[in-house]
Each structure stands twice: as structure tokens, then as C-alpha cells.
């Protein structure tokens, strides 16, 4: 089954290398139980709120498809013109940056470690671990990078995807980056955990172009959950979750929920109804073990991104401001 798409996946086990400026074990001398001492904080982060996971995972996206994996997003200015402070970034949850701001000082408590480890690579670090504290696969995290110095609003124009982009915009996005179409629909697979505000995609319940005024790509039960959910002139702050099946476990159920028209996007309903594509949804939907392997080596490669070194960046010593 999916012959084509196996022998695709296989290529990518096969030809997959470490990214040039970046290594396993970075921290080998520096700070040996870096990994133990992130990993530990950001359990109990974790145990605190569930939230921890969806927004840690929502928040290495936005930091890495921007300016890189530099932890820019971090980043705060006083005037409100950092990346954090673009529209599409004001739906991301504060458990993301607190997750990331907690595992920093408890690396910085170490004294070996102290202004060693970068906030780019903690945020690295926390995304592994929250996908797998919720199911998800554990692998190895190459490390090495810097954090940025550079942070502002303007930057995130066309770099964040919309939910209401189809599959050519899409992948034409995840291209720019050295991103593949199967790297494309394995990293939307992390919406397996994700919610979203009935804001991001009430125009399919009640705006779209039709006599229903209800996207025909919608699953028509689904339609009626969702409008039950988010009634036309309710708050649109609600938060809907992406998986209404596991809501908190990452797992392939996403893209079988794509396969019964249950995508809650635009964005992640097109990579079912689009030919290209649906063959990858069906092999992810059918098997969790291509899902997984595709998955971890999608976000390797896009921890890869725009990675600073030497005098690119610092290792800042709080990661909402330069030194």
C-alpha cells in the first residue's frame, strides 16, 4: 500500500544528515545534563497545565518560519514592535514563553551551565519534550544554535501560514524554507494537540460563498458541532481543539480526521481534498509509524532554519531581552 510514498519516506531515513553547524551533543562539556535539567522543568510545567504542550510546539513554529530558529519570538521591546507583538502572534499562549523562561533558569541554576546553553536551543529541547510527555516520538535534538538580536513586528508579514491558504500557497511557504510537501503535511500534523479561537475559521460556519454559506469541504455533523460551538455572534475568543477525537495526545487520528472531512481549517482540509497530497494523508492516517518517522525528521529539518553561530548571536542571560 502507498508504494510511492514508502519509498519517499525511506529516502528520507536513509539520506537524513546533521546539519553542519549543529550537533547532538553540543553540550557535552559545557553543560552535560542540559537535556535532564529542560526535560525536568518542563514536566512540571507540564503537569501544571496541559496548555504547556500545544503552546511550547505553536511557539518553535512561529520562532523558526520568522528569522530562524533564534528564539526572536522571545523577545520583547518596549515600544510593542517585536514579533510578539504581530497580530498573528498575539493568539500564542503565554504557557509557551513561560515553559521556555522556566527551563532557562533552571539551567542558569546550574553553575556549570550557567549563560551556556542559548534560549534558542531550550525552546528546541522544550518542543521534544512536550510531544513526547503527550504520546508523541522522543529523538534525539541536534543543538548548537544562537539567539538572535534582531525582533520586530514587521518580520512576521507572510512567514506565518493562514488557515485559510490551500495546498499550492502552502507548500509554495514550506519551499522557501527547504521544506518538502511531505514535510508540509507531517509538521500539520502537530495539530493533533493544537486548539485554535473560533476567529481563525468562522468564515467557513458562516461567510463562505454558497447557498449554505457553509464550506462544502466540511463534514456536515462536524459543521453543526462547530457552530454549536462557536454561535455567529458569540465571543470568537472561544478556543476549539484542532483533534476533537484525542484532543490531548499526539497521535495520527488528525489525519484521519481529514480523511471524514473533520479538518478545522482550510489549511489542514485542503491537504486531503488536493490529489497531491491525499495519498500522504492516507498513508499517515493508516499508519502512525510513517507519521512518526516523517514527523521527526520534518522537524529537524525545520529546527535547522536560519540557525545563527559565532558572531550571528549570543547566549542571552534572560530571553525576552538582548544582553
Do not use: W
Amino acid at each position: 500500500m502507498f508504494p510511492r510514498t514508502l519509498l519517499l519516506l525511506l529516502s528520507l531515513i536513509l539520506f537524513k544528515t546533521t546539519h553542519a553547524q549543529l550537533h547532538l551533543d553540543y553540550y557535552r562539556n559545557s553543560c552535560p545534563d542540559v537535556e535532564s535539567i529542560v526535560r525536568s522543568a518542563v514536566q512540571e510545567k507540564f503537569q501544571q497545565t496541559f496548555v504547556t504542550a500545544p503552546a511550547t510546539l505553536r511557539l518553535f513554529f512561529h520562532d523558526c518560519l520568522v528569522r530562524g530558529c533564534d528564539a526572536s519570538v522571545l523577545l520583547a521591546s518596549r515600544n510593542n514592535r517585536a514579533e510578539k507583538d504581530n497580530p498573528e502572534n498575539l493568539s500564542l499562549a503565554g504557557d509557551g514563553f513561560d515553559t521556555v523562561i522556566k527551563a532557562k533558569a533552571a539551567v542558569d541554576n546550574v553553575q556549570e551551565c550557567r549563560n551556556k546553553v542559548s534560549c534558542a536551543d531550550i525552546l528546541v529541547m522544550a518542543t521534544r519534550d512536550v510531544i513526547a510527555l503527550t504520546g508523541g516520538p522522543s529523538y534525539a535534538v541536534e543543538l548548537g544554535r544562537l539567539d538572535g538580536r534582531v525582533s520586530t513586528k514587521a518580520s512576521v508579514r507572510h512567514q506565518i501560514p493562514h488557515p485559510d491558504f490551500k495546498l499550492e500557497k502552502l507548500e509554495a511557504m514550506f519551499a522557501t524554507h527547504g521544506l518538502t510537501l511531505v514535510d508540509l503535511i507531517a509538521l500539520s500534523g502537530a495539530h493533533t494537540i493544537g486548539f485554535s479561537h473560533c476567529s481563525r475559521f468562522s468564515k467557513r460556519l458562516y461567510n463562505f460563498k454558497s447557498k449554505t454559506r457553509i464550506d462544502p469541504t466540511l463534514n456536515p455533523a462536524y459543521a453543526r458541532e462547530l457552530r454549536g460551538m462557536c454561535p455567529e455572534e458569540v465571543d470568537s475568543r472561544i478556543a476549539i481543539s484542532m483533534d476533537q477525537t484525542t484532543p490531548q495526545t499526539f497521535d495520527n487520528v488528525y489525519y484521519k480526521n481529514l480523511e471524514r472531512g473533520r479538518g478545522l481549517f482550510t489549511s489542514d482540509q485542503t491537504l486531503f481534498t488536493h490529489k497531491r497530497s491525499r495519498d500522504i494523508v492516507r498513508l499517515f492516517a493508516f499508519n502512525s509509524t510513517a507519521f512518526e518517522i516523517a514527523f521527526v525528521d520534518a522537524i529537524t529539518k525545520l529546527g535547522r532554519i536560519g540557525v545563527k553561530t559565532g558572531n550571528q548571536g549570543e547566549i542571552r542571560g534572560d530571553c525576552t531581552i538582548v544582553n
